[in-house]
């Protein structure tokens, strides 16, 4: 029997899930019941296999020959502007593994500083911080509709709950 597939070839994508209050990666800090709620960057854009502007987490492809982490360094600063001191890559997947052999390695940024945003010149992107409680209630709504950020957010959900 012969089968036929149609594979797309990828190579690869990063996710940046860029938390403020967030403790997850900072060593020897323990954190208070009084804490702040870890607030999640979240970007706005038009995407045109959606017809819409999607509410997601920074990211982007892996360029030939470039490392993950670096990718994920250089898509949050082009993105939003901003760098971080501390990342840790907290989930690695297929997109949809039944045509397309992309990966999506999400890492968990903190430390924030804010910059200069440098987006590609057809980018129009609006950034904002949302507590995780609001970004868990955009997902549950259907707000949030796109896969690497619902994983994401609800990652850090479950984290940010299992540290308590």
């Known amino acids: 029997?012969?089968?036929?597939?149609?594979?797309?070839?990828?190579?690869?994508?990063?996710?940046?899930?860029?938390?403020?209050?967030?403790?997850?990666l900072a060593r020897?800090?323990?954190?208070s019941k009084s804490s702040p709620e870890p607030r999640v960057l979240l970007i706005r854009q038009y995407r045109?296999?959606?017809?819409?502007?999607?509410?997601?987490?920074?990211?982007?492809r892996i360029d030939?020959?470039?490392?993950?982490?670096?990718?994920?360094k250089r898509e949050?600063?082009?993105?939003t502007?901003?760098?971080?001191?501390?990342?840790?890559?907290?989930?690695?997947?297929?997109?949809?593994?039944?045509f397309l052999d992309e990966t999506m390695a999400v890492y968990l940024a903190e430390g924030l500083t804010a910059g200069k945003a440098q987006p590609e010149e057809d980018e129009y992107i609006v950034k904002r911080f949302?507590?995780?409680?609001?970004?868990?209630?955009m997902v549950m709504k259907g707000i949030i509709r796109d896969a690497k950020t619902i994983s994401s957010v609800l990652w850090l959900q479950q984290a940010t709950n299992?540290?308590?």
């Open 1 to 24: 029997m012969t089968v036929r597939r149609d594979v797309v070839r990828h190579s690869g994508s990063v996710v940046i899930l860029a938390a403020e209050n967030s403790s997850l």
């Open 28 to 31: 020897g800090k323990a954190k």
């Open 48 to 60: 045109y296999t959606a017809n819409d502007f999607l509410w997601e987490l920074p990211a982007g």
């Open 64 to 72: 030939e020959g470039e490392d993950e982490l670096p990718a994920a």
């Open 76 to 79: 949050l600063l082009e993105e």
């Open 81 to 98: 502007g901003f760098s971080a001191g501390r990342w840790k890559r907290v989930l690695y997947f297929y997109v949809s593994p039944g």
């Open 130 to 137: 949302f507590p995780l409680t609001q970004a868990v209630r």
């Open 162 to 164: 299992a540290e308590k």
